[in-house]
């Protein structure tokens, strides 16, 4: 089993739709949780970052995080053709040293379409 | 404004070669990291660097070296590359409280 899984898609919706974007894992150490969006050709850059169990909202975006289960989910509101990218959910069990090392999922390709 | 810039953001050479991509951050950051990308794999740890001068394996390590003798510069060499090695790398840094940041990526292609 590997330590973060996340389904790759693609997942296409409508312009407006409330997209859910969701990642399980194993390793219940894991304390740090973030999500990075990836536009095609150029880097993963840091959309929400939590710490713990709970919810962060930031604009249209929406971060859970439910530790009892493994999961964490990201969710869009009112989403719009430039967040079509892929999202990659990452985590770790601390911040320095090895254990602040992060562990990615491979990606979920979104496309929001007009 | 510079952040994080990775250079080549392109290459092409041959199996055997030594090749070094480079990677320069101006935020002072003590941590940087060095990432392959491959489809159906992810992002995949090569080295991180938790300051100049130290240096650790990550997953997929074996036939790549890295050093780090200023904060700024974290550069990653392929001693001899193999085909196997194509692949879109990235480099990222944090400091120690923060997230990681990433750079735009060298696309590698290995003949």
């Known amino acids: 089993q590997k330590e973060v899984e996340q389904d790759p898609g693609p997942l296409s919706v409508p312009e407006g739709a409330i997209v859910s974007l969701n990642c399980t894992y194993s390793?219940?150490?894991?304390?740090?949780f973030m999500w990075y969006r990836q536009y095609s050709r150029k880097g993963p850059e840091l959309l929400m970052y939590t710490y713990s169990s709970g919810n962060k909202e930031d604009g249209r975006f929406t971060a859970q995080v439910d530790k009892s289960s493994k999961y964490i989910s990201l969710f869009i509101r009112d989403s719009q053709p430039s967040d079509s990218a892929t999202y990659l959910c990452a985590m770790s069990v601390n911040y320095g040293g090895s254990q602040g090392n992060l562990i990615f999922g491979k990606g979920t390709k979104l496309s929001v379409k007009p | 404004d510079a952040g994080i810039t990775q250079s080549p953001r392109y290459k092409i050479t041959e199996t055997g070669r030594q090749v070094t991509l480079m990677c320069h951050q101006t935020w002072s950051h003590s941590y940087m990291f060095w990432y392959r990308q491959d489809l159906g794999h992810g992002l995949r740890l090569i080295y991180y660097s938790a300051a100049a001068d130290i240096t650790d394996k990550g997953e997929v390590s074996d036939g790549y070296v890295v050093s780090r003798s200023k904060t700024e510069n974290f550069p990653l060499t392929l001693e001899s590359a193999t085909r196997s090695q194509t692949s879109v790398y990235f480099c990222a840094s944090k400091d120690a409280t923060g997230p990681q940041h990433f750079g735009d990526g060298t696309r590698l292609s290995i003949l």
């Open positions: 390793n219940s150490a894991f304390q740090y």
